[in-house]
Nanobody, 125 residues
Framework: QVQLVESGGGLVQAGGSLRLSCSAS????????MGWFRQAPGKEREFVAATRPITRTADIRNYADSVKGRFTISRDNAKNTVYLQMSSLKPEDTAVYYC???????????????WGQGTRVTVSS
């Protein structure tokens, strides 16, 4: 079992930045893919970004087109934590953001086995 706890959400003005953190416990996640997803009111959960390790110090990162160039995913395996640095935020980024762990990785929620409870991000115009 893996427990995930997200933090760092909040209210920010358009154009601002936030850094989300996701701390894992129960199992080391250094060999697993980790992803960020988000769900806005009335919408389905959508992929934001994912990181999949390829060596002990390198990983492959993927982003949704809507956040490419504005968001950066990173991981600190020593801390069992994954981050999402969000910049140039837009009102349409408003959502609850979830982190998740997967053996497969990628952009499909069904590929992910463990999920956090989410952290809310609100971007005002």
């Amino acid at each position: 079992q893996v427990q995930l706890v997200e933090s760092g959400g909040g209210l920010v003005q358009a154009g601002g930045s936030l850094r989300l953190s996701c701390s894992a416990s129960g199992r080391t996640t250094s060999t697993y893919a980790m992803g960020w997803f988000r769900q806005a009111p009335g919408k389905e959960r959508e992929f934001v970004a994912a990181t999949r390790p390829i060596t002990r110090t390198a990983d492959i990162r993927n982003y949704a087109d809507s956040v490419k160039g504005r968001f950066t995913i990173s991981r600190d395996n020593a801390k069992n934590t994954v981050y999402l640095q969000m910049s140039s935020l837009k009102p349409e980024d408003t959502a609850v953001y979830y982190c998740a762990v997967s053996n497969l990785g990628g952009g499909l929620p069904r590929n992910y086995d463990y999920w956090g409870q989410g952290t809310r991000v609100t971007v005002s115009s």
